[in-house]
């Protein structure tokens, strides 16, 4: 993995903890954030040393959003054609699928978070799997209130963690959700008093899973996904085959064993995973 100047990646224990480390910038998300980010979701997805990602930052803020440098010149947002018009479409494809391969990132992916979560930090933080705030947190739909749509996954994910009216309000108004109402609409998992908490939180979190059988865990992100954007009975078909697919006796044995024992269940790593475009 190549060295990252936007965050610092460390895997311990099978659980990889990546780190927002530009506080001076607000954490805000530039040219380099989506490049590496996207680079780093690659190689976990490919890889198995980490069987759950924790995500977390510096700072007074999680993240201040989309760091006005990505609208300059290298992806120039040309309203004069039909043509630039058109190419916009693809420029924003392109950030989606960034966040498209966090959602589909074959481990959970947890979110800690401390301060604002603005704009387009909200589009990266929904395509998460759980999230712990601090009490000082907030969310921040800010793309209205600098005269644009948000654009990259807020308004596709955020309904299906939230009552769509809670969204619409906060899409229109760009309004601020503090941490509490957050858990009161589901948004989070939990709030805790300071970003030491929110981190210890998302970390208990992670280890829980870790111990877990990974291709179990695999599956179930699977299993849930599919159940999110498809009816009951065509979910519950899915569910058959995927369980046919992963099913291991030496898994379920193994679980039951070491409960009966109280000890620690162990269990083989994923498979790396090989492409022929690599």
């Known amino acids: 993995m190549n060295k990252l100047t936007c965050f610092d990646l ?34 976990l997805h490919q890889g198995n040393q ?10 007074k803020h999680f993240s201040a959003g989309m760091s006005l440098d990505v609208f300059g010149s290298s992806v120039a947002m040309d309203d004069q054609s039909a043509e630039g018009r058109a190419a916009i ?35 990266m933080v929904t395509a998460a799997c759980l999230r ?6 907030f969310f921040c739909i800010q793309e ?11 308004l596709q994910r955020l309904p299906k963690l939230m009552p769509m009216a809670v969204v619409k309000e906060l899409a229109y108004t760009g309004r601020r959700m503090p941490a509490d109402k957050a858990l009161q609409h589901g948004l989070v998992n939990d709030v805790l008093p300071d970003p030491a908490s929110a981190l210890a ?3 208990q979190a992670a280890k829980e899973i870790a111990s877990k059988p990974p291709v179990a865990i695999w599956g179930t992100k699977q299993a849930l996904h599919y159940a999110r954007d498809h009816s009951t ?21 193994e679980a039951i064993t070491a409960f009966q024992a109280k000890r620690s269940a162990s269990f083989p790593d994923l498979a790396p995973l090989a492409s022929f475009k690599d």
């Open 89 to 123: 479409a693809d420029m924003l494809a392109g950030l989606q699928a960034t966040f498209t391969r966090m959602e589909n990132l074959r481990i959970p992916v947890i979110v800690a978070l401390q301060g604002g979560c603005i704009g387009g930090a909200v589009d």
């Open 233 to 253: 009975e065509d979910a519950l078909k899915q569910m058959a085959w995927l369980q046919s697919g992963i099913w291991s006796n030496a898994h379920v044995k």
């Open 132 to 137: 712990f705030a601090s009490a000082d947190a």
């Open 50 to 59: 980490a069987r759950v990602l924790v995500i977390s930052s510096t700072g």
């Open 201 to 203: 939180a998302a970390m």
């Open 10 to 43: 460390r895997i311990q224990d099978h659980i990889a903890h990546l780190v927002l480390n530009r506080p001076d910038a607000l954490n805000t998300l530039d040219l380099i954030f989506w490049r590496e980010l996207d680079g780093v979701l690659h190689d």
């Open 144 to 154: 209205i209130n600098i005269g644009m749509v948000a654009d990259v996954g807020t």
